[in-house]
Structure formats: structure tokens, C-alpha cells
């Protein structure tokens, strides 16, 4: 057997063991293959350091070849399945960097791979085994479609329901972006594929996005908006992390120094490099000098490195020393990750080869699954159970053509389905799974209400499907579902007192309806195996675990961002006037009541928690309790931890801090340790500029949600 056979069984078994969670989260690539050391190329000795590989190798290039490595080889992206190709220099056994997106799977006209669910599905879990184990499939399949650096994952800040790109990112907390994006990230390594963290930074909505200024105080910034960079960059180690198209306080961020130099690579001490976003470059030396390494795509006159560049060295306007910084970036985690010593297949064989196994859609199963909320349960209308139930499935997402919409989000992250995987509509996951229950399901699109209400009266139960679309390049102009969904679910909650909905939307949306239905479930961009995942959970073969990244707010005119000035800007300035108070921060600091918190999410089972106590460590506090199953079910329970500063701090109310999900059969109980380091005392202080821990006693409160806390201690902290 050979190297590359033997790596996709390793890897097989290794995803299966990942999606089944029987293991911990650990590296699913095969041993790299042993590149023997050269003449011609002696970096290709593996017992060297990256460090020192890359050092030989820039020492031995021409500029040319130095300047072929910071720029795209073609003007347009579509290089076999690619947003972007840097050509191989073969002389000095430099392989191609291929670039594709992104979070959700292989877009940019790949075929036969997987599409999972969105990246704010993803976070829903708050399981970071979970998270790993999908980067590693992301990655598994990116490495075999001859693609070594993926442009995932995405973690900017939700800082308002509207921006339509959310459904890519992690939620509205920094703590859980940086959990989640370190996670992934480790995942995509694993399979020796260069990991792209994005969008670096303050880029939190799509209206005026590549000319806007995001302004902020440097408190918030940290706080807030860095802060799941930070993480994700120091805990995960990026090979790339991708600048943003807006600007910060009226600076480009791609040409940003003190984001790029000065906090990115001096402060976090990231030494991998920075990528533009598509047509995010604005100048050549200004770029070059602030933290640019490498342009993806000209804007309107062309290049900005290149000959550009190159002239620029020569003129002296660009160091010859940030010349080779910027190769040397590029190379040394291409050493790190492995994409030297593990090449991977060269095109067309890559884009060819079909990566859609089974394990694969098993694992985006289980994160569709691990992801989806149950947000209301009335009666215990759900579970389904019983035999020979009528099933009434109404709505244009519960079938074939609805589904393939409400898969995933619009634009470059969406992962595309003709020729390419089977979008297992809820039509066909309810349908099959119900015949084991001798169920029968009658399918109704919904368009004419008439025929959607008698099909509910007719039935012992109602399912209703709502959905919205999102997508990169536009925002959203209102939280409402449109075409008519809210009169739809209430003429069928009319016709039938139990009726559920299943929402498959990119973020939080209104809900008139709310106290006429029995049950809602939060399903997100499901991916691919949406139609089952939604099955596993309405009949409850799956108990569901997902909680809120995002607050889901009881009216639009609660949000935090109240004026234009602050959404979407007033003659491209954006003031973030909110300042720290962004999602549950902003609801709990002003006592609105949402519609549904931060963190929240019912169970078929039920949770107690108890036996708190908080023990002062040199750094910081561990917080240890117990959480038990009370229920009669099997289940997974997500304890979060949040501290409430001093008043002296100027903190808001209270802040995630920590969290662990643990599984538990009915009756038994598991001992939670969660350790908060000085971090989470601190907050950023600008007359220092350094993170400081003001003396005081912290509030530490341990719950379900943002909203249900369940044991609160203190810590005296100096």
C-alpha cells in the first residue's frame, strides 16, 4: 500500500473515531513523508527547523522568485477549483500554494465534496472536539482536492443580526470565537493544509463594506473585536490570517501597521503571514511596510505587488529586509504545516477526485445535528413519538428546491450542490425516518396557504419550515421573515395546537408567532445533511445540545447599534458607539429582556447544577461545581462560566469566561474544573495600554444561559 493510500485509511478511521467523539480530538494526517535533503535543495531536509528551511530557501531566490510568492499567478480566480494560485517554482522544489473557500467546505467550483453547516451552526455546538474533528474533515478534503490552504475560518464579531455574513462566523462573544476558530483551526493543520484566519479586523457588516471606517476606542477593540483573534492566533497558530476590506479609525486594514506589525505579529507573536482579502489592497509600499505580505487579486489598476513591488525594493521605498519578512512568512509555515513534505496532488488529479464519502457526510451529520437549538418545547410536543402519526411538513425550505437554498448562506463561503452532494431535504429525512414509526408525512410547499392549513388540520402534528437568506455583499434590512412566512405559521397554528417550526436561517429572526406554536427549533444553514440531521432531533433520536451564540432580540428596535451613525454609517463612518456594550452585554446592561439569550437552549432532558466553589490561584480562580442529569434521558448540557467585574472596572454586567460540555445518563453526575487565568480579570487599560487586573471581589456565575444562572460565588482578586 502507499504512502497516499495508506494516509486516506488512516484518515478514514481516524474521521470516523472524531465523528463518533469516542476519542479525543487528535491529529487524523498520516506521518509526513521523509523528503530527502538535496544538492539543489537542502531544505528539504526534514530534521531542520522551519525556521532554518525557510531561511536556506529565501537566501537561495532571485527577487523574481521572491516576488512570484506574494501575489496571485492569474488575475481571476478559477484555477482548477481555486480562489487563488501562487505557481510552484519547481527549480528550488517550491510546490503551488492553492487557495480555496472556505468554512462550510470547498467552494470556487469544486465538486463531489461535502457541504457542512455555516460557521455560526458550528459555534451553536460549543463542543471544540466537535469543531476540531470538522476542521479535520474540512481539511481532509481540501488536502485531496489538491488544495493546500483554506481560507477559514471566519470569526469577526456579530455585532449586528443584520449583517448578512454572520451566518460564516462565531457568534457575538470573543471568548467563543476564539474557542471555536482555535479549534478549527488545529483541525485544518492537522491534514497539512495552511489554515486562513479571517476577516482581521472590526468587519462586522457588508453595506459599504471595502470603503467604510469601523471607529472604536482602542478599549473596545481589544476587548471586543481582537480579543477571538488573539486567541485564535496565540492558541492556534494560522498559517495566514486574511486582512479585511474596511477600514479601522479611517486606516485600511491591509495597510494598517498598528493591527498588522505592531499588535498581530510583535505583540501575539504571529510569525505566519497576512493575505489581503479579494481586492482589498490599496497601495504598494504603504501595504508592504504596514504588515502585507501577500495581495490576493488587483483592484481596478491592477497589481499593487508584482512589478510594483519589485520596483519599489529597488527604489528603496520597500526594505530589502521586509522583502524577505514578507517571502520568509510565506514559507516557513508552508515548512510548518507540511506542505513541502507533503505535497498534495498535483492538478488535475486534485480537482478531479471525488472527497464526498461517507464518513465525511456522517460528520456533517453530526455537526448539524450537535449545532441545532431547541428554543421552545411546550408540552413536550417534542420528541415525535408514538406509531401511526399523520405528519403534516409544510414549507418551501422542507422540500427538495427549499432545501438546496437553506443549506448554506450566498457568496464566496457558499459550498456548491449541482454534481457535487445530495442535499437531503427535511421532505426525505422526516419522510424516511418516520417510516420506522409507521408515520405518515404530507408534504405541503406552503404557497398556497389554503391547501398548507388543511393539510395541519389533518394532522396530529405541524411541522412548519421558515428560512431567510444571507449572504456575503448585502445585509439584511430587516429580522422578520419575508414572502409571508409569519401569516403562514400562524394559519397553521390555527389549524392544528401542535405545531412545531423549524427555523433554517443565518441568524436570529422575529417571532409574532411565538406564543401560538408549541415548539421551535433553531436549525441554522444545516448543510447537506440537513433533512436528517432535523429528523435525529424532531424524533428524537438525537437529544439536542446546541445553545445561542447570538442573542435573538424580541424586537428590532432593541439592538444595540439604535442610530445610523452606528448601523450602517453616516457618509462611510461607522461609529461603534456602544462601545464594550455588544449582544448580552448590550441587553443586560440596559434590562432588555430578549427573546431568547445568549447561551440559551433547551434539552429532552433536564440539569442541575450544584457544589460551587471558587479557589483563588496564583493567576487567576478555578471554578468547580457539579452538573447533574434529572432528567430521564440521555443528554449533553453546555455549563458556562461568566464573570461580573468590579463596579470600578467599568466592565459590562457580565462576561463568558469559560465553558465545558459534558454528556450524562439520567441520574448520573460529573465534577466541572474550569479555569479562569488572569485574562479573565482583566480588562484593556489605554492610559498603560496593557491588559490590568483591577483589585477587587469578581462575581463568578455558573449557568445554563446568559439569563439562567444557576450558582454564583466570588473571588477576591489584586
Not at 237 to 260: D, F, I, R, W
Not at 335 to 354: H, I, K, M, Q, W
Request: charged share 15%.
Amino acid at each position: 500500500m502507499d504512502v497516499r493510500n495508506r494516509r486516506r485509511l488512516r484518515t478514514s478511521l481516524a474521521l470516523a473515531t472524531l465523528t463518533a467523539l469516542a476519542g479525543p480530538p487528535l491529529a487524523v494526517s498520516a506521518a509526513p513523508a521523509v523528503a530527502a535533503a538535496s544538492a539543489q535543495c537542502p531544505w528539504m531536509d526534514p530534521t531542520l527547523s522551519p525556521d532554518q528551511r525557510a531561511s536556506q530557501l529565501v537566501a537561495a531566490m532571485t527577487l523574481d522568485q521572491k516576488d512570484s510568492m506574494l501575489h496571485s499567478a492569474e488575475s481571476v480566480m478559477g484555477y482548477y477549483g481555486t480562489a487563488g494560485h501562487i505557481a510552484a517554482i519547481p527549480s528550488l522544489c517550491v510546490p503551488d500554494l492553492l487557495l480555496n473557500d472556505a468554512g462550510a467546505g470547498l467552494g470556487d467550483g469544486q465538486k463531489n465534496v461535502t457541504a457542512f453547516p455555516d460557521g455560526t451552526a458550528q459555534a451553536a455546538s460549543w463542543d471544540t472536539t466537535m469543531q476540531q474533528a470538522m476542521g479535520a474533515g474540512l481539511g481532509w478534503e481540501a488536502w485531496h482536492k489538491g488544495i493546500n490552504v483554506m481560507l477559514a475560518p471566519a470569526i469577526n464579531i456579530a455585532r449586528t443580526p443584520l449583517n448578512g455574513r454572520n451566518f460564516e462566523y462565531a457568534g457575538e462573544d470573543p471568548f467563543l470565537a476564539g474557542a471555536t476558530g482555535t479549534a478549527v483551526i488545529k483541525g485544518i493543520q492537522s491534514q497539512n493544509v495552511i489554515a486562513t484566519l479571517k476577516h482581521y479586523a472590526v468587519n462586522n457588516q457588508e453595506t459599504d463594506r471595502m470603503t467604510s471606517s469601523s471607529n472604536l476606542d482602542e478599549r473596545t477593540l481589544r476587548e471586543i473585536y481582537l480579543a477571538g483573534f488573539e486567541t485564535a492566533v496565540k492558541d492556534g497558530k494560522p498559517g495566514s490570517v486574511m486582512c479585511s476590506y474596511n477600514k479601522v479609525n479611517s486606516v485600511y486594514a491591509c495597510e494598517h501597521p498598528g493591527l498588522l506589525t505592531d499588535i498581530l505579529k510583535t505583540e501575539w507573536g504571529f510569525d505566519g503571514f497576512v493575505m489581503s482579502d479579494w481586492f482589498a489592497t490599496h497601495s504598494t509600499a504603504r501595504a508592504a511596510n504596514a504588515g502585507l505580505d501577500m495581495e490576493m487579486a488587483p483592484l481596478f489598476n491592477g497589481w499593487n505587488f508584482g512589478n510594483a513591488l519589485k520596483t519599489a525594493v529597488a527604489n528603496g521605498t520597500v526594505p530589502v529586509s521586509r522583502l524577505n519578512d514578507m517571502v520568509t512568512r510565506i514559507v516557513r509555515p508552508m515548512f510548518s504545516v507540511g506542505l513541502f513534505d507533503n505535497p498534495v496532488p498535483s492538478e488535475p488529479t486534485g480537482s478531479d477526485t471525488a472527497v464526498n464519502t461517507p464518513a465525511e457526510a456522517t460528520l456533517a451529520r453530526r455537526v448539524a445535528e450537535e449545532g441545532t437549538v431547541l428554543l421552545k418545547n411546550t408540552d413536550n410536543v417534542l420528541p415525535l413519538v408514538g406509531k401511526g402519526k399523520k405528519i403534516a411538513l409544510i414549507g418551501h425550505a422542507a422540500g427538495t428546491a427549499g432545501a438546496e437554498q437553506a443549506a448554506g448562506g450566498g457568496g464566496s463561503s457558499h459550498v456548491p450542490s449541482v454534481g457535487t452532494h445530495p442535499v437531503v431535504s427535511p421532505q426525505q429525512g422526516i419522510t424516511q425516518r418516520g417510516v420506522a414509526d409507521s408515520d405518515t408525512v404530507v408534504y405541503s410547499n406552503g404557497i398556497i396557504r389554503s391547501e398548507a392549513v388543511a393539510a395541519a388540520r389533518n394532522a396530529d402534528v405541524a411541522i412548519v419550515y421558515a428560512s431567510d437568506v444571507n449572504a456575503e455583499g448585502t445585509d439584511r434590512t430587516s429580522l422578520s421573515l419575508s414572502n409571508g412566512q409569519d401569516q403562514l405559521i400562524s394559519a397553521v397554528a390555527a389549524a392544528n395546537p401542535n405545531t412545531v417550526v423549524v427555523l433554517n436561517t443565518g441568524g436570529p429572526v422575529l417571532m409574532p408567532w411565538l406564543h401560538q406554536v408549541k415548539a421551535v427549533v433553531e436549525a441554522w444553514y444545516p448543510g447537506q445533511e440537513g433533512g436528517n440531521a432535523a429528523a435525529s432531533v424532531l424524533f428524537g433520536d438525537v437529544n439536542p445540545s446546541g445553545k445561542l451564540p447570538e442573542t435573538f432580540p424580541a424586537s428590532q428596535s432593541d439592538l444595540p447599534t439604535q442610530t445610523a451613525a452606528q448601523y450602517p454609517g453616516v457618509n462611510g463612518q461607522v461609529m461603534y458607539s456602544e462601545g464594550l456594550l455588544v449582544g448580552y452585554r448590550w441587553y443586560d446592561a440596559k434590562n432588555i429582556a430578549p427573546l431568547f439569550p445568549f447561551g440559551y437552549g433547551l434539552s429532552y432532558t433536564t440539569f442541575g447544577y450544584s457544589r460551587l466553589s471558587v479557589a483563588k490561584t496564583a493567576s487567576g480562580a478555578n471554578v468547580t461545581f457539579t452538573v447533574t442529569n434529572t432528567g430521564t434521558r440521555a443528554g449533553a448540557e453546555v455549563a458556562q462560566v461568566y464573570v461580573a467585574a468590579p463596579a470600578v472596572s467599568g466592565e459590562p454586567p457580565k462576561q463568558l469566561k469559560g465553558f465545558q460540555k459534558v454528556t450524562l445518563d439520567p441520574g448520573k453526575s460529573t465534577t466541572v474544573t474550569v479555569a479562569l487565568d488572569k485574562r479573565a480579570f482583566s480588562r484593556w487599560d489605554t492610559a498603560t495600554n496593557a491588559w490590568v487586573k483591577d483589585a477587587g471581589t469578581y462575581q463568578v456565575l455558573v449557568g445554563a444561559s446568559s439569563r439562567d444562572i444557576r450558582a454564583q460565588g466570588s473571588t477576591k482578586q489584586r
